[in-house]
């Protein structure tokens, strides 16, 4: 067996696949720890050395994929990914580029390539890109509208919210975030009654309309990517046919074979007497 294949079966075995991931969440932990001033005071050269182990072994991990794979390792998006998080962990510590350093928490990220569960739902997202850009464009567009209005409507009576075009823009979007609404249009109403007529409707378009588009279509690219149990049951039952008639077939092919066999030794008899 070459040894490239070896080393991508042990690569690839589950035992190896768990403790990657366990080493992915002790270094995520041990980053985070390292944010506190307490814990580095007491355990700080404890935290520095499992970082650096953990870097040492994601560096050979990668190196053993890469030796595994070959070029074949440059055309998976994944490897990329692990790639570039392993080298940003490589930036130098101090220097213009030590601003880095700070993202080497993304190391935790490459729980979404070890897991493949996680892989799944970063591909049905990334899937459904397309359709979230269409409806990030409708709603960039109604807000766009609504603060133009609001502008119009509202710029005289609270001019720290809607006095310009920028402002307004703002103060909708946090509106769409359900962040202090009842405030904003409290002020407003003070002076024009009928101002929640306005933010009644905005909201129910913005908030409720949009993020149920937006949950329509991660769902509808979720059922997409991973079949569900009884397409996979259907699956496996069409495998199971399509062995059994296979079986079948090659069944009536030596039957065929036989009775042609039989056939000629039967006629040569016949011509022999």
């Not at 994601?58 to 998006?77: H, N």
Request: aromatic share 8%; hydrophobic share 55%; charged share 20%.
């Amino acid at each position: 067996m070459p040894t490239r294949h070896r080393v991508r079966q042990v690569l690839e075995h589950r035992l190896v696949q768990r403790a990657l991931i366990a080493v992915i969440v002790i270094n995520a932990v041990t980053i985070g720890c390292e944010t506190s001033s307490f814990l580095m005071e007491r355990a700080g050269g404890l935290l520095h050395a499992i970082d650096r182990i953990a870097l040492a072994i994601f560096i050979v991990e990668i190196a053993a994929r890469l030796y595994a794979d070959g070029r074949a390792f440059w055309s998976d998006p994944w490897n990329w990914f692990d790639a570039i998080i392993v080298g940003i962990a490589l930036v130098p510590a101090s220097g213009p580029a030590s601003v880095l350093r700070a993202l080497r928490i993304m190391r935790a990220l490459r729980l979404v390539s070890a897991v493949p569960s996680m892989r799944r739902v970063v591909s049905a997202l990334l899937t459904a890109v397309p359709g979230m850009a269409s409806i990030i464009g409708l709603l960039v567009l109604m807000i766009y509208i609504a603060a133009v209005i609001a502008t119009k409507l509202f710029g005289d009576i609270v001019p720290e919210r809607f006095d310009a075009l920028p402002r307004s823009l703002f103060t909708l979007f946090q509106i769409m975030t359900g962040d202090d609404w009842g405030n904003v249009a409290q002020e407003v109403m003070e002076e024009k009654p009928w101002a929640w007529i306005f933010f009644i409707v905005y909201i129910l378009i913005s908030t409720f309309v949009a993020l149920n588009l937006f949950i329509a279509v991660v769902v509808n690219a979720m059922n997409d990517a991973e079949p569900s149990p009884s397409e996979t049951r259907a699956q496996e039952d069409i495998e199971a046919l399509k062995q059994d008639l296979a079986a079948v077939n090659a069944k009536l092919d030596l039957l065929l074979s036989h009775t042609s066999q039989v056939r000629m030794s039967t006629n040569g008899r016949s011509h022999a007497d």
